[in-house]
């Protein structure tokens, strides 16, 4: 596609459910982010995968949060037992990969999770 | 922990004046460092990358590199209404692994 595609864009959830967030790159992108932002706030970074590998972890919270790539392309975050504390809007971006200028990542139009 | 420093503002200057955009970066040997600009309720959206000490210039911005200091800024000239948003610093580590963003400093240019 022309941009990094998340889906769905808007998610109202009941405390303790799961949730699946998915994320579409763009097409020939390498590596794939996951990003949490608060309101107000810069992104906070969650996971990333270079192709199908999970590079780094590092960023999720807790054990509740997972996110695979098995193809090296679409990506999905899964939160489970979601709690009120989750609720933030969930940005992917994706880069073509490796260091210096292919480096610059591109955002989705991001997903606002909402646990009620 | 890698840690990316903002002033989180708002930095408030007149149209036609130039902006300063401050950052400042924990990890000495982070190579790539790109500025990103958040409009309200929009996601991120690049707008300069730069990767050697100096000074880079493009139209009204330019992006200022300080390895040494661990420093990076963004100035913006003749800055316009339209300029008026979030900057976000971003910092690569030296793997080009993982990009970690400051905080953010907002910029409101007043008619």
């Known amino acids: 596609g022309a941009g990094v595609s998340q889906s769905p864009r808007y998610k109202v959830t009941k405390r303790g459910q799961d949730v699946a967030l998915r994320c579409d790159p763009i097409?020939?992108?390498?590596?794939l982010y996951w990003y949490r932002q608060a309101l107000g706030q810069g992104p906070e970074f969650l996971t990333y995968?270079?192709?199908?590998?999970?590079?780094?972890k590092s960023g999720l919270p807790n054990d509740r949060f997972s996110a695979e790539r098995p193809e090296g392309s679409i990506s999905t975050l899964t939160i489970q037992r979601t709690e009120q504390r989750d609720s933030a809007m969930y940005r992917c971006?994706?880069?073509?990969?490796?260091?210096?200028?292919?480096?610059?990542?591109?955002f989705g139009q991001g997903t606002r999770l909402t646990v009620v | 922990q890698k840690e990316v420093e903002q002033n989180s503002g708002p930095l408030s200057v007149p149209e036609g004046a130039i902006a300063s955009l401050n950052c400042t970066y924990s990890d000495r040997v982070s190579q790539s460092f790109f500025w990103y600009r958040q409009y309200s309720g929009k996601s991120p959206e690049l707008i300069m990358s730069?990767?050697?000490?100096g000074d880079k210039e493009d139209g009204r911005f330019t992006a200022q590199l300080n390895k040494a200091s661990q420093y990076v800024s963004l100035l913006i000239r003749d800055s316009q209404p339209s300029d008026s948003a979030t900057y976000l610093c971003?910092?690569?580590?030296?793997?080009?692994?993982?990009?970690?963003f400051g905080g953010g400093t907002r910029l409101m240019v007043k008619p």
């Open positions: 995968f270079n192709y199908e590998a999970q590079q780094d």
């Open positions: 971003a910092v690569e580590d030296n793997a080009g692994n993982m990009l970690t």
């Open positions: 730069i990767y050697s000490n």
């Open positions: 097409s020939g992108h390498v590596s």
């Open positions: 971006a994706s880069s073509l990969g490796a260091a210096g200028a292919e480096g610059e990542a591109f």
